[in-house]
């Protein structure tokens, strides 16, 4: 329907990134779906901002955007988080059950094993550069300046190494139950193809980490599926089925 609001996809990004990775999204969903982009501090135009390395932190500079008189408290909304972003997303519905909120019809999780899984670069977190660098090579296609020196280096890989600090401390965060038990959320589990970080049957494991209904999805690509096309597809499919579902209210 015309009059009706469109379906917010709140989106976070991997590790040593902005919101870019994100562009073209709102194409891609298909009609009554949006975006809501979080760029988080220290990067970009937050570049002068502290970065948050801590879980505490995080959620004082984000929950303020899922309140009940705002976009995510008065209709369905759904939350998509990619490698650092999934455990952000986690963390951020885990937060908002604990503080009475309403939280995402429905929680995507993409290339980022679940919290009890042993994952190797959040343990490099505090590896040399060329040791950080040789291992992000083999997630995917480093940009040029990527060497000691280079720009790409320059400018990311401080914000690179203090989000592994943060995807550290979330994931121990996440281990510690929660007093109201585990996630009732409907989840979705998405894994790329080639993707040596988070392979499905790593993604699969978050099966475990929600009492509500779960699926698996797998779509073509390396770690950084989230720039390519498949992504936005899917999520666009599971925000109509939200939609179905629950349908948003008219606009007001």
């Known amino acids: 329907m015309p009059d009706e609001r469109p379906l917010r996809v709140h989106c976070f990004a991997h590790a040593g990134a902005g919101v870019s990775s994100f562009a073209g999204w709102n194409r891609a969903l298909g009609p009554g779906t949006r975006t809501e982009l979080h760029l988080l501090p220290g990067r970009d135009s937050r570049r002068r901002e502290p970065r948050v390395t801590g879980r505490e932190a995080l959620l004082a500079d984000v929950m303020g955007h899922f309140t009940e008189d705002g976009d995510a408290g008065s209709a369905p909304y759904l939350i998509y988080g990619h490698s650092l972003g999934a455990l952000v997303a986690y963390t951020l519905t885990r937060a908002l059950r604990e503080a009475g909120r309403r939280g995402p019809a429905l929680l995507v999780v993409g290339a980022c094993p679940p919290p009890d899984a042993a994952l190797a670069l959040t343990n490099e977190c505090r590896a040399s ?46 281990r510690r139950p929660s007093p109201l038990g585990p996630l009732d959320v409907p989840m979705l589990a998405v894994a790329g193809g080639s993707d040596p970080l988070a392979p499905a049957e790593s993604m699969a ?33 599971a925000s109509r089925v939200v939609r179905r579902l629950a349908p948003v209210p008219a606009g007001r």
């Open 129 to 174: 550069d060329e040791e950080l660098l040789r291992h992000l090579g083999g997630l995917g296609d480093l940009p040029g300046g990527a060497e000691p020196g280079g720009l790409w280096h320059r400018l990311v890989m401080p914000v690179l190494r203090d989000d592994l600090l943060l995807a550290e401390a979330l994931r121990a965060a996440a």
């Open 205 to 237: 494991r978050w099966r475990h980490w929600t009492t509500g209904p779960f699926a698996l999805r797998t779509v073509p690509g390396d770690h950084f599926f989230v720039r390519g096309r498949e992504l936005p597809r899917l999520v666009g499919r």
